[in-house]
């Protein structure tokens, strides 16, 4: 949404999908892990996320505001 030439709302939003059905929570990964950060990366930095699972598989969305210029 503009008006008078600047943004006065920004939201972006992201998905990803995979098949494997396991659980998907938020993990206390160690520094030596090679896995674990994503969902708790999403949780730091989005607005607001989700997850929604299917029949076979999930889908982890985000949502990412940017606060209007003063």
């Known amino acids: 949404m503009?008006?008078?030439g600047r943004?006065?709302?920004w939201r972006c939003s992201r998905t990803v999908t995979d098949a494997p059905a396991r659980p998907t929570v938020i993990q206390?990964?160690?520094e030596a892990s090679?896995?674990?950060?994503?969902?708790f990366l999403v949780s730091e930095l989005a607005?607001?996320?989700g997850i929604?699972?299917?029949?076979?598989g999930k889908t982890?969305?985000?949502a990412f505001k940017r606060p209007a210029a003063p």
């Open 34 to 39: 090679c896995s674990g950060r994503g969902l």
């Open 2 to 4: 503009y008006a008078a």
């Open 52 to 56: 929604d699972h299917h029949t076979v």
């Open 28 to 30: 206390d990964a160690d």
């Open 60 to 62: 982890v969305w985000a």
């Open 47 to 49: 607005s607001d996320f």
């Open 7 to 9: 943004i006065v709302r």
